[in-house]
């Protein structure tokens, strides 16, 4: 079953604007990460962010944690075209070792 | 040139053939796993191995098979048993549990 729930399905903004996905889950974890998939290919691993961590930045993005709501969120700034993908969140479930659990999916369309 | 490869990119399945795909990774990882991924989906896990000669089942392992002889090499054999298996199928190594999953490029299997 999907660990992680991903809102919103679709996102679609012009280019240069922020961009805000978020995702919920439903057990404890080690840590939530965010990947990046861009059609009919494989997942890039943008950012990983610890359950004792609240915040984390990379480049243009921001990655917030509420461990007390479940939930996440991912902020890109200053969007391009080239951002234009799906972006899942995994969770890494307290008590499964190795195993990451993705949700459905963003997918955003980044507009010029 | 340091990575991870699927092939082939394609594969196309009659009805009551086995099917393997192939996932090769040169990055040393202890850690590989294979996903299924369909239209407009996040990943479903099929199998997974920590370690060489050891793998265990995901959350939808009927109808498919791996092996792993080799750290370098764990492909996936699609059986005769598994009735849908079309689908985008991705295969992912981390150095550790818990860790960042690096993905290969996909093979997208289709049933004559």
């Known amino acids: 079953s999907q660990q992680g729930e991903e809102d919103p399905q679709a996102l679609s903004i012009q280019e240069g604007e922020n961009a805000t996905m978020n995702c919920s889950y439903k057990?404890?974890?080690?840590?939530l990460q965010w990947y990046r998939q861009n059609s009919g290919r494989g997942l890039v691993h943008l950012i990983l962010?610890?359950?004792?961590?609240r915040e984390k930045h990379s480049g243009r993005l921001r990655v917030t944690l509420d461990t007390s709501k479940k939930s996440s969120s991912l902020l890109i700034t200053a969007s391009r075209a080239a951002d234009t993908a799906s972006y899942f969140c995994a969770t890494d479930a307290a008590g499964t070792a190795s195993k990451l659990t993705f949700g459905t999916g963003t997918r955003l369309q980044v507009t010029l | 040139d340091g990575g991870i490869t699927q092939s082939p990119k394609y594969l196309f399945r009659k009805e009551g053939q086995n099917v393997t795909l192939s996932c090769e990774q040169n990055l040393n990882h202890d850690a590989m796993y294979w996903y299924r991924q369909d239209p407009g989906q996040g990943l479903r896990l099929i199998y997974y191995s920590q370690i060489v000669n050891d793998f265990q089942k995901g959350d939808i392992a009927e109808g498919y098979s791996v092996s792993r002889e080799k750290k370098e090499s764990f492909p996936l054999t699609v059986t005769s048993a598994q009735k849908n298996p079309t689908a985008f199928y991705l295969c992912?190594?981390?150095?550790?549990?818990?860790?960042?999953?690096?993905f290969g490029p996909g093979t997208r299997l289709l049933v004559l």
């Open positions: 992912a190594s981390s150095g550790t549990a818990q860790e960042t999953q690096y």
């Open positions: 962010i610890r359950s004792n961590e």
């Open positions: 057990t404890s974890i080690n840590n």
